[in-house]
């Protein structure tokens, strides 16, 4: 069975439900993990995304912030969350596949605009979380081998994973310490990042465009925020990695566009 699995940081999944039928109609995915639901758990649009053809829905919300969700057509098992880094914030869920592959869709922390931890707490915490992450995935060595870990991990490690390295080194979601946080977690459990995995690591990649940018596709100021990683016994199952650009152009976009993979289970 293979199995097409999206993330997305939909930014208000009541407000672009829309947006998610389109990309239902055009990319066909099989699971669809959200990231900034926007939604109280009692007010998530659930009987309007089982019509779009997810019976098996999933759910982690909070009002304005956050938020998580895994939608899929196929049964899933022990739907689970995580209190990550101490907050109550909704950031994590969890799903088992039929196979006993693991899911887990996560939207670490943006970590606000200034890197430095003692002046802006929310980039600490963006650390902290990340750190936990890292703790998390080396408690789980001796665990079942197949993972799937996803999600808007707000960070950019690679030079080419933003439109200008060099200018990008102070600005968060690109910082040293980011990346050198995020490259641990990679290195937990030997990761494979799919995206790089079919993407040359010198071609531009991006997931993300800032609502800033009059023209996104003119100026092309992107950063590749979103990911989809998998464990070394799921690498020779991925058959493909695709990014919905076009999802940036329809009418009120979400800054992030839903990056895919395409995986034999």
Request: glycine share 4%.
């Amino acid at each position: 069975m293979t199995l097409r699995i999206a993330s997305w940081n939909i930014n208000s999944v009541r407000i672009r439900t829309q947006h998610l039928k389109r990309l239902v109609t055009e990319a066909a995915p099989d699971i669809i993990c959200l990231q900034e639901t926007k939604v109280m758990d009692e007010l998530f649009p659930l009987e309007d995304l089982k019509a779009l053809g997810f019976p098996h829905i999933y759910f982690s919300g909070q009002k304005s912030y956050n938020g998580v969700a895994i939608l899929s057509k196929i049964k899933l098992d022990i739907f689970n969350c995580m209190k990550m880094a101490g907050s109550d914030d909704k950031r994590h869920i969890s799903a088992l596949l039929p196979d006993g592959t693991e899911l887990h869709n996560f939207y670490v922390p943006a970590g606000g605009d200034i890197p430095d931890p003692e002046v802006n707490p929310a980039y600490g915490f963006k650390l902290r979380f990340v750190e936990h992450m890292t703790e998390w995935a080396t408690s789980e060595k001796k665990a079942n081998g197949k993972k799937i870990i996803l999600g808007d991990f707000n960070i950019a490690p690679l030079p080419h994973d933003v439109w200008s390295h060099k200018q990008l080194l102070g600005v968060v979601s690109h910082t040293p310490a980011e990346v050198e946080r995020l490259d641990a977690l990679k290195s937990s459990l030997n990761w494979c990042d799919a995206g790089r995995h079919f993407v040359d690591p010198e071609t531009k990649l991006y997931s993300w465009w800032s609502y800033r940018n009059r023209d996104w596709r003119a100026s092309n100021r992107g950063r590749r925020l979103d990911h989809i990683w998998v464990t070394p016994k799921l690498a020779p199952a991925l058959k493909a990695y695709s990014s919905h650009e076009v999802a940036r152009d329809w009418e009120s976009p979400s800054d992030h566009v839903p990056v895919m993979i395409d995986v034999a289970l």
